[in-house]
């Protein structure tokens, strides 16, 4: 669960990141953030896993209050979130097994939950033959796929996604997002900022559009803009 | 925390310590050098008041008389000296005692002593005391006894050497805190390449969840690796060096004579000392160097 009360967060130089939003995402939910860039997409997302904190009002994601949360908690909240970045950040001196048992071991999971649920993850994302591959031996796509089984694997009840398929092309795209919907089917919250049109049109789901700051339109089943 | 953890954290720093080994081989010299410029204070320190307390435990107060003191005041004196508390042992010395000391001085140069007989001299109690930190007192006190002359008793020569003493241990200090910044901003920032080097890691295990310990941790093995291999290498050096100081000061003073006077502390009565304040020297400048370089990539 998020959930969003008049939040406001302005930056130190005077950039409006993010004007008076309240919204509420349910557990389950999977919702797309749309807008043009700067619009404040990522804010909304940096909000979420509090790498900023939000000027005015109140945050909440899971059972944490993000706008007076201490610095100390921070590690606990980010472990009950999975997220996902456009560039993938993956370690490259790391296979693609313990980039994804990297994620488990700091948080300090046992060695043979590691040895389960490395296995699941990258079988959900369709990497278990290439377990013992370098990240700079595989697509694009793929390396996002990756990301993704790292986002998963301690499974998070949220998952945020800030441009996903922004370095992929259309097709790779598709699978990604195909995923995330999976993962989504399998009870994870998604919340997902994108610039991907054909995509959000044809998935109908819950989209939120932002323009410098505000969320101007929030629609359940929603297509990329109102125009058509 | 848990073992798998610490362990995970001890092999990361010393991979890291192997992986930047140009960089570590610099900080551990850096360490190196400071700590034996801290030796030679330290050193310098300990020989000055070692020498000072044995001067100090041989230091005697001697209680001169008045040479017409009656019979029950010197007994009087002599008791209040044996009671003492403060009191080791204690010499009695009669007036003829002193004049056979006379004479047996100036054995060639007789003349000197014509025309005086022990009348002239005074009797006299050299006494020892235990602890030498209550030798004003003692002097004083005694000194205000009916038929007591004098009191003579070094103190003004021995607070002159105190204050030098005094004065080295503040400035030893002084200097000692300067190396210790200037290592510790030296260590901090050869440890910053190995976390500049892997602030993508940093900031995944931010974005997971990792807590700022966690990071933390094998930087600051690390820098406790670098500082101790430092202190370790120096304490070596300081060792050798010391020795051969050592066999070198005591040969001198023994040709000139003055080898009760002067003498070094032998290392083997301070080497553990000194081991153990090089190595934690060593490893705390390690560990903070560490840490203030990781400071600023921790928040994200």
């Not at chain 1, 009360?5 to 930056?11: C, P």
């Not at chain 1, 697509?139 to 998070?156: D, H, K, T």
């Not at chain 2, 901003?185 to 440890?191: E, F, K, L, P, R």
């Amino acid at each position: 669960m998020i959930e969003f009360r008049n939040v406001t967060k302005l930056y130190p130089n005077g950039c409006i990141g993010l004007q008076n939003a309240t919204f509420k995402i349910e557990k389950g939910e999977f919702v797309f953030i749309v807008g043009p860039s700067g619009s404040g997409k990522s804010t909304l997302l940096k909000l979420m896993l509090r790498e900023e904190v939000p000027t005015e009002g109140e945050v909440y994601v899971n059972e944490f209050s993000i706008h007076d949360m201490p610095r100390r908690e921070v590690p606990y909240l980010r472990r009950g979130l999975g997220i996902v970045f456009q560039d993938f950040r993956l370690l490259p001196n790391k296979t693609v097994y313990e980039n994804v048992a990297f994620a488990m071991q700091i948080v300090e999971a046992q060695p043979k939950d590691i040895r389960r649920q490395v296995p699941v993850a990258l079988a959900l994302v369709g990497l278990s033959k290439k377990a013992k591959v370098y990240p700079n031996q595989l697509s694009g796509g793929e390396q996002q796929r990756v990301a993704l089984a790292r986002a998963i694997v301690n499974n998070p009840s949220v998952l945020l996604a800030d441009e996903p398929t922004g370095n992929l092309d259309p097709e790779t795209s598709w699978e990604i997002m195909n995923l995330l919907d999976e993962i989504n089917q399998r009870g994870t919250t998604v919340v997902v900022a994108t610039h991907e049109k054909s995509i959000v049109d044809q998935m109908k789901k819950r989209v939120f559009n932002i323009e410098r700051g505000i969320i101007v339109r929030d629609v359940q089943e929603g297509n990329y803009s109102n125009e058509d | 925390m848990k073992i798998r953890t610490m362990k995970y954290m001890v092999k990361e720093g010393f991979i890291n310590t192997q992986r930047n080994l140009l960089m570590s081989l610099a900080s551990v010299s850096m360490v190196i050098a400071s700590l034996l410029i801290f030796g030679l204070f330290l050193m310098l320190i300990i020989n000055f008041s070692y020498n000072l307390n044995r001067l100090k435990a041989q230091m005697e107060i001697v209680v001169f008389l008045e040479p017409d003191v009656t019979q029950l005041e010197a007994d009087s004196i002599e008791l209040k000296i044996k009671n003492d508390e403060r009191v080791l042992a204690y010499v009695k010395k009669t007036k003829e005692q002193a004049y056979a000391e006379l004479l047996q001085i100036y054995l060639e140069d007789a003349e000197i002593l014509e025309g005086l007989s022990p009348d002239f001299l005074s009797p006299s109690f050299t006494v020892h005391l235990k602890n030498v930190d209550d030798s004003a007192a003692f002097t004083e006190e005694i000194s205000k006894l009916q038929g007591v002359e004098d009191v003579s008793y070094p103190y003004e020569s021995l607070k002159k050497l105190s204050t030098v003493l005094n004065w080295i241990n503040a400035g030893s200090m002084v200097v000692l805190t300067l190396l210790l910044v200037i290592s510790v901003s030296i260590i901090a920032n050869t440890i910053k390449l190995t976390v500049y080097a892997r602030r993508r890691e940093i900031e995944i295990m931010k974005y997971v969840g990792a807590s700022d310990w966690f990071i933390r941790w094998p930087f600051i093995i690390e820098g406790a690796i670098i500082g101790f291999a430092g202190a370790l290498t120096s304490f070596i050096l300081t060792s050798y060096l010391y020795n051969s100081l050592e066999s070198y000061v005591n040969s001198h003073t023994l040709e000139y004579g003055i080898s009760d006077l002067i003498k070094l502390v032998p290392l083997g009565n301070v080497s553990g000392q000194i081991f153990i304040i090089y190595a934690i020297i060593g490893m705390v400048m390690g560990s903070v160097g560490s840490v203030i370089s990781v400071r600023k990539h921790l928040n994200v």
